[in-house]
């Protein structure tokens, strides 16, 4: 299984940036798929979170009405999209899969295959 996280960079406070990640090497719409993130010094974070056929979506309360999740099961990708990005959103961005078909979970120890992030700069 392999995921690969895209799209991070440096942006100013307030912009938008949009973050891929392609899977491969595993049956995609089978999957919930999760993004974390981890700061400097700082714990791995929940992000967000999108069940197999996009019904249920969850948000870290960080990133609530700022950030939205989906997914493209013909293309086995799902996407972060970003905006209104703050200096604390600075952070090694992680695309995740769940092995299980039945939860949505906002926990990392449940997610079994993990992409090798993607950097986020926010400047203010």
């Known amino acids: 299984v392999q995921l690969q996280a895209s799209g991070g960079g440096l942006v100013q406070a307030g912009g938008s940036l949009r973050l891929s990640c392609a899977a491969s090497?595993?049956?995609?719409?089978?999957?919930?798929m999760g993004w974390f993130r981890q700061a400097p010094g700082e714990e791995r974070e929940f992000v967000a979170a999108i069940s197999r056929a996009s019904a249920t979506t969850y948000y870290g309360h960080p990133v609530q009405g700022r950030f939205t999740i989906s997914r493209d099961n013909a293309k086995n990708t799902f996407y972060l999209q970003m905006n209104s990005l703050k200096p604390d959103d600075t952070a090694v961005y992680y695309c995740?899969?769940?092995?299980?078909?039945?939860?949505?979970?906002?926990?990392?120890?449940?997610?079994?295959?993990w992409g090798q992030g993607t950097e986020v700069t926010v400047s203010s």
């Open positions: 995740a899969a769940d092995s299980s078909v039945w939860r949505v979970s906002q926990i990392d120890t449940d997610y079994t295959y």
């Open positions: 090497g595993l049956t995609f719409g089978r999957h919930t």
